[in-house]
Each structure stands twice: as structure tokens, then as C-alpha cells.
């Protein structure tokens, strides 16, 4: 049952999640991007405009089916913005601002087209849609998390994701930031302002409370364990994965001892190794 699962995950992947954010599916499955990467589509229902998170890989059918499908929904994308700059969100961005005619707003530089970023405490106004713009650093520097008030939901990135959990990217990435990340959004979803998670990648999940709760035992359980191998004598981050992640599929082991890197410096932060 959906309603043991952290976060009860949505039965399916894509189309409309609430009534201003439809999901439009990347054709780039993996056991890093789970189903693809879920480029979003927002927009207020009565107004023509429309926002696209994370237009995803450079595939050139996937940018133009996010655009066909605005415009049988009644829309014209007006702005393009990016949760980080990882390539399985923003390698088409680009390509889709020139077929879109957008500009391309983040935090990093880098990935901009156009003369504005993003930055965390803004609010956006598009045609009548309120989005508000939170820094959460941690799975990288650059990672933010959109809010959309009216319904009450955060599109997340690679921050939670709608199935499994996230890695944290050592060196640009850090365990602190992830954490404090977390916690904020707890805080979000705990006094009701956040109730879905619409994720970068996996279904979506209408337990937002929950989906942070099991996030955040997770990690400690996690730092819990790489203390535990250090302490037994493991002396490497691929060591510590061996023996930490034994369980985890292991075309999965090059994100996990990204992972490991970054808990092992926190914990070395702390003074608990």
C-alpha cells in the first residue's frame, strides 16, 4: 500500500499533479534519474502564461513536447527556471530558451541566460502564479526548492526525491547545508505551508511531513553507520561503502561514496571521528 511508503507516493509519474503544476516526463530513465527527470509546468489555470522548471536533458523531442504541451493546455512559456545545474535538469535549458524565446534564471551563473539570477527570498510573480524562491544547499551549492503557495506544494529537485533517497555531491555538496536544508523544510511542512513535494525525479508525495521525516532518520542513520565502519577500520570512503551500502544496488556505489565523502567530513567537523 502506497500509505506504508514514505511521503505515499502517487501511483504514477507525470501529468497533473495540482491544479497549476503538470509534469512532463524526460525520456532519460536510470538507477541515478529513477523514472526520468520531471521537467514541471506552471501556471495559474486562468492565465496564458506559464513557468517550466528543469527543462531537462538536451533531448530535442522532450523540450518540444513540454512546449506542445503548454500550448494544448492553453499556455505560452514566458520564463525558464532551474532547481541546480546538474545536467539531467538543465543540459536542454539552453536549447529550450532558444525554441522558447525565455530567458534561463538560476542561482548559478553559469547555467543563466538573461541578465537575472535567482537568489533565495525572492518571489516571482508570472501571470498571476506566486512562486517563492528557497535556498537549500546540500545535495549541491547550488540547489533551490520553489514554493507554490497556492497549492501548498515545493517543487524539490534532487533535494527529496519521490522515490528512494538523494545523494549529497562531495565536494560541492555538503552534509551541513543538506541537513539544515532538511530541517527548513520540516519546518515548512510542520506548520502546514507545505503539503506535496513535487520532486525532481519519482512520483509525487502528498505526505511532505512524512517524506522529511523519513529523510531526516535516514541521515542520521546513515552518519550512525559510516561512524560505526571508521570506528570498526575503515579507513576510505570506497571502504566505508563496501560495507555501509553493501545492500544497495552497486551501480549505485559511485553516488554513495559522494555521499560517504561528505558525511565523513562532517563528521570529522564535528569531532565525532
Known sequence: MSGL????????????????????????????????????????????LAVVVDPGPLD??????????????????????LTHGHHDHAEGAARFAELTGTEVRALDPA?????EGLRGGQTLEIGGLELRVLATPGHTADSLTFLLPADGAVLTGDTVLGRGTTMVAHPDG????????????????????VRTILPGHGPVLVDALGAVDYYLAHRANRLAQVETAVEAGCR???????????????????AAELSVRAQLGYLEDHGLI
Open 5 to 48: 511508503l514514505p511521503g505515499d507516493p502517487a501511483a504514477t509519474v507525470g501529468g497533473e499533479a495540482t491544479p497549476r503544476a503538470y509534469c512532463v516526463l524526460a525520456p532519460n530513465p536510470s538507477p541515478m534519474t529513477l523514472d526520468g527527470t520531471n521537467t514541471w509546468l506552471l501556471s495559474e489555470p486562468d492565465s496564458e
Open 60 to 81: 530535442e523531442a522532450h523540450l518540444r513536447r513540454v512546449i506542445e504541451t503548454a500550448e494544448q493546455r492553453g499556455k505560452r512559456v514566458a520564463l525558464t527556471l
Open 111 to 115: 547555467h543563466r541566460l538573461g541578465a
Open 174 to 193: 555538503k552534509l551541513g547545508d543538506y541537513l539544515d536544508s532538511l530541517r527548513r523544510l520540516h519546518t515548512m511542512a510542520a506548520e502546514g505551508d
Open 236 to 254: 576510505t570512503a570506497a571502504e566505508v561503502v563496501a560495507r555501509v551500502y553493501a545492500d544497495v544496488d552497486p551501480a549505485l556505489w559511485p
